[in-house]
Nanobody, 124 residues
Framework: QVQLVESGGGLLQAGGSLRLSCVAS????????LGWFRQAPGKDREFVAG????????YYVDSMKGRFTISRDNAKNTVYLQMNSLRPEDTAVYYC?????????????????WGQGTQVTVSS
């Protein structure tokens, strides 16, 4: 069973950058896909970016391309989300999630393991 713990959230001004971390434990992530999601107040949880642990291949929602970058550190069992040029509309709780398999999935219900989330607040 995989456990996920996110960190790195905070309060910052528009235009700033932030890097979120997600540390995985419990078992090897080989064969897993890791995803970052976010949920703003009153809105559905939305997919931001994903990475396949074994291959390192990545997938982004079009609106996030160019500003957000997902990466992993195998030695640290950690997935990162680098966020640049942040906007007030990026304010949300950001979650790390994991699912077994190599097929990309952007729907939250397809992920069976979730972290507790980390708050990101961007002021104008």
């Amino acid at each position: 069973q995989v456990q996920l713990v996110e960190s790195g959230g905070g309060l910052l001004q528009a235009g700033g950058s932030l890097r979120l971390s997600c540390v995985a434990s419990g078992r090897t992530l080989s064969g897993y896909a890791l995803g970052w999601f976010r949920q703003a107040p009153g809105k559905d949880r939305e997919f931001v970016a994903g990475i396949h642990w074994s291959s390192g291949s990545t997938y982004y929602v079009d609106s996030m391309k160019g500003r957000f970058t997902i990466s992993r550190d195998n030695a640290k069992n950690t997935v990162y989300l680098q966020m640049n040029s942040l906007r007030p509309e990026d304010t949300a709780v950001y979650y790390c999630a994991a699912r077994p398999g190599a097929v990309w999935a952007t729907e939250a219900y397809r992920y069976n393991t979730w972290g507790q989330g980390t708050q990101v607040t961007v002021s104008s």
